[in-house]
């Protein structure tokens, strides 16, 4: 990075801050605090909209973030959690994935890290990942695996069920696990997994474990998402439950990846496939399957011990292995 860059990262971080109040502002205010023209201020804030900040301006008042922003705060982080110790967790204002940040180390394992925004967030197949800033969280978490490739084959599957353990702490209950491993409230997406892989395909592999879990995204914020999506806050609202900090969120899934990483290098899929199977979204129902360009109709049984799928169609009971393939009710 640049001292330019630096600079000008400085200067927004320093107006993120200042609005995370949720108060208003003005621009003389801002100015000053940063030692820049009201045009330079100006042109921050036009910045902070292209992350995904929701604005709002009043003259004579300047400037202010509806409701405020909700600031990952590491030392919560570190107060509420029981398994952070071993971890190296560093939390960036912006990156551009947390995924390739950890994919750029040289030893990401026991590496966390959390970014406020994400300016080329990564899904799954080749999509992008809708990151606005302070809203939701945007987590990678790095590990080394013996085994290769099929060792870590139910690994998402397990992180899936890291996610709805965490979630149950807050009191949410109701959530299914797509398989590989979205987490749905309701058909809605609530949170993404992404794993990537490198080194040995057949021994000693280090993993980089991503997750994106929407909070408190509002409409305007998550429009271009091309699938239905829902965000934690309003659940917890529509439920009459408590609303919950990032910070404390963050806290609770390194706790329950933590328990869920360790069980998982002890003994595999097959300690986690009956939980699994409990919260399955589509049990018993018809699904339809779609690798590239084939299309395949069936019934949704289950998944095997090693976290395969497993589902009836016309010609048997077929099992299928992780990779592109995508899975959704019926028509
Ligand atoms: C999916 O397509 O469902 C997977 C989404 C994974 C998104 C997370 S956000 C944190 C990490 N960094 C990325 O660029 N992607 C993952």
Request: neutral net charge; contains cysteine.
């Amino acid at each position: 990075m640049t001292d330019a860059v630096r600079g000008e990262l400085g200067a927004l971080w320093n107006i993120v801050k200042t609005l995370a109040d949720g108060k208003f502002h003005s621009g003389e205010e801002l100015g000053a605090l940063l030692g820049v023209s009201r045009a330079a201020v100006w042109k921050h804030l036009q910045k902070l909209e292209s992350f995904g900040v929701i604005l709002s301006s009043i003259k004579g008042r300047g400037y202010c973030i509806n409701g405020g922003l909700d600031l990952l705060d590491l030392d919560i982080i570190k107060t509420n959690s029981h398994s952070i110790s071993p971890l190296n967790i560093q939390i960036f204002p912006q990156i551009d994935s947390t995924n390739s940040f950890l994919m750029r180390q040289d030893n990401p394992a026991m590496k966390v890290c959390f970014a406020e925004f994400q300016s080329a967030g990564r899904g799954r197949r080749g999509r992008s990942w809708v990151s606005p800033m302070a809203q939701n969280i945007y987590c990678s978490i790095g590990w080394g695996f013996e085994g290769g490739a099929a060792a870590v084959e139910g690994l998402s599957l397990a992180i899936g069920l890291s996610i709805v353990r965490a979630l149950k702490r807050f009191g949410l209950t109701g959530l299914n696990l797509k398989w590989p491993n979205d987490v749905l409230y309701q058909n809605k997406k609530l949170a993404g997994i992404l794993i990537e892989m490198r080194g040995d395909p057949a021994g000693y592999c280090q993993i980089v474990i991503g997750i994106g879990l929407n909070v408190s995204m509002q409409e305007q914020q998550g429009q271009s998402i091309d699938q239905p999506w829902v965000a934690l806050n309003s659940i917890l609202a529509d439920e009459n439950l408590l609303p919950v900090t990032r910070s404390q969120l963050a806290s609770a899934l390194l706790d329950e990846l933590m328990n869920v990483l360790q069980g998982y290098h002890e003994t595999g899929f097959a300690n986690y496939q009956r939980e699994w199977v409990d919260v399955a979204a589509y049990k018993g129902q018809k699904v339809e399957l779609r690798n590239g360009q084939s299309l395949v109709f069936g019934t949704f049984i289950g998944v095997t011990d090693s976290g395969a799928l497993q589902v009836a169609t016309e010609t048997g009971i077929q099992v299928y292995h992780g990779g592109e393939i995508s899975l959704r009710a019926a028509q």
